[in-house]
């Protein structure tokens, strides 16, 4: 009998094993993140870019703060190397692993919401003070919103626990659709309950969304024959060593959420409206990221982590390698069409309802500068995951300490006299100041990747801007059409990006882009299948 766990659809030790889990993570990604965009085109709908509505970010923020600290941080750091070791070794030792993680984070987890509900009233002083001038009725408000999404935390941080041990079977498929699944309770809660209980609905959908997700992924654990029982083993080696590599990101995630109060802070100073335009503008960048960049990188972080077990240093550069390669083909693309036909994006997802044109304008004036930041962060995940995967979790964590210490000089430097832009400035900036340390310190500790690294960067560069040049065209031919209507907006949006989108795939298949080829091969077979 085999003594290691079966991967889903074990994945060959071929060229398109990369292309082929980060495709899996993608189209995931991509259910969820049209269903999140569905959910916000909702909120927008019902709520506009009210104070209600900002209320509600400050207070959903507060789950999705712990998560990061507790579970978000630990998951690709420490949680899947570590498991991903002990999956390559016997069942029974790893059903001992997880049942003991699984037993620490329930305890862990239900302290955690229980001190939530004490404390809502000081978060919601802490990160939102500023409501006391524009609206003092949104605090009161925000900590009620607070104490409802208190659960969450145990819900999410559950479902990352799962979703490491998946992710160390390398199974990436339900993981995937466990996203989309938590987006859709609010796609179906809020449009029923809004009439009701007014924004509260929102946060109900939340939980329903993070239930769901939380069954669906445990279902695949158990399908994927973990037998495991729950059991509180702190002694247990593998969490000891879990905890070692956690302190070093914990230590950075602490200033990284000094980061995230502070921007809530003077954001809910600069206007009731402002958290919500930069909600808006920052689900429009996240969704490139999180259908490209965090999928490559999750997909690649096993196969970093087990070449680096091997001292397979060649395996590791070349792997490092084609995902930054393939992530710059895919990213760059996305940035030219969101930076080019962002206002029409905006007008067609959010403008209807409550949510109306100076909305538009100022979640447009957001975005631009956030697409820039997209940019910088995109291929700074697959890089810090380079780190973790080889055990290092001191320097990605030193490095975010020294961004944050970069966007707090710009944030207050900046939020007197650009108001809410001057923090999304700072962000940006951030962004940059932390790509730039952490290439260079990989630089310093892997050595030079492939020279084709650089050329696929050039080529796809030449490519997107021809692509710009043909969305812009189509964009100038379209500018007749009127801007208020959705249908004129779909027809804006889809023409001249498919133009772009066409151009840019021309050109890129002129060039040769290996990557481009890659990527057309495994679609091909996909498709065959």
């Known amino acids: 009998m085999s003594t290691t766990l079966p991967a889903e659809d074990a994945a060959p030790a071929n060229t398109d094993g990369l292309a082929r889990s980060a495709g899996i993570l993608a189209i995931g990604s991509f259910a969820s993140r049209v269903l999140g965009l569905a959910r916000e085109i909702i909120i927008a709908a019902l709520f506009g870019a009210s104070g209600q509505v900002s209320a509600f970010r400050v207070a959903a923020q507060v789950p999705v703060l712990i998560y990061d600290f507790l579970v978000g941080g630990m998951l690709s750091a420490a949680l899947v190397p570590v498991l991903s070791d002990y999956a390559r070794r016997s069942r029974t030792e790893f059903a001992q692993v997880v049942g003991a993680l699984i037993g620490a984070f329930v305890v862990i987890l239900s302290l955690l919401v229980i001190l939530l509900e004490a404390t809502a009233p000081a978060l919601s002083w802490l990160l939102a003070a500023g409501f006391r001038d524009s609206d003092p009725a949104l605090l009161t408000l925000t900590t009620q919103l607070i104490r409802v999404l208190a659960p969450v935390v145990w819900l999410l941080g559950m479902a990352g626990v799962v979703t490491a041990v998946l992710y160390a079977l390398q199974r990436f498929t339900f993981p995937a659709m466990a996203t989309a699944v938590f987006n859709l309770g609010v796609v179906v809660m809020a449009p029923v309950l809004a009439p009701r209980i007014g924004i509260y609905s929102v946060a109900v959908g939340l939980l329903f969304g993070a239930t769901a997700q939380l069954a669906l992924m445990a279902a695949d654990m158990m399908r994927a024959g973990v037998r495991f029982g ?132 100022q979640v447009v004036a957001a975005l631009n500068i956030y697409l820039i930041g997209m940019i910088f962060a995109a291929v700074d995940f697959p890089l810090n995951f380079a780190f973790y995967a080889r055990n290092n979790t001191l320097l990605p964590a030193l490095v975010g300490v020294a961004s944050v210490a970069v966007y707090t000089v710009v944030a207050l430097t900046l939020v007197q006299t650009m108001g809410y832009l001057g923090l999304v400035w700072a962000d940006t900036i951030k962004q940059a100041a932390h790509l730039a340390i952490i290439a260079f310190l990989l630089w310093r500790v892997v050595g030079r990747l492939h020279a084709r690294t650089l050329q696929g960067f050039f080529q796809v560069l030449v490519a997107a801007a021809a692509m710009a040049v043909a969305t812009a065209g189509v964009a100038w031919l379209l500018r007749s059409l009127p801007a208020g209507g959705s249908w004129a907006n779909l027809l804006y949006v889809t023409c001249a990006g498919l133009a772009g989108g066409v151009v840019y795939a021309l050109v890129l298949t002129w060039m040769g882009a290996p990557e481009w080829r890659l990527l057309v091969d495994t679609v091909r077979r996909r498709l065959r299948r």
């Open 230 to 361: 729950i059991r509180l083993d702190w002694r247990h080696p593998a969490l000891r060593r879990i905890l070692w590599l956690y302190l070093p990101i914990a230590a950075g995630l602490v200033v990284s959420l000094f980061q995230v109060g502070l921007d809530r802070r003077l954001a809910s100073g600069t206007g009731a409206s402002s958290i919500a335009w930069m909600a808006n503008a920052t689900t429009l960048q996240q969704m490139p990221l999180g259908l490209i960049s965090v999928a490559i990188s999750l997909a690649a972080l096993p196969r970093l982590s087990q070449f680096y077990a091997e001292h397979d240093e060649d395996a590791y550069r070349t792997t490092l390698a084609r995902g930054l390669r393939l992530l710059w083909l895919l990213i760059v693309p996305a940035a030219v069409i969101l930076w080019l036909l962002g206002p029409a994006v905006v007008r067609l997802l959010f403008q209807r309802g409550a949510f109306t044109a100076a909305d538009t304008t």
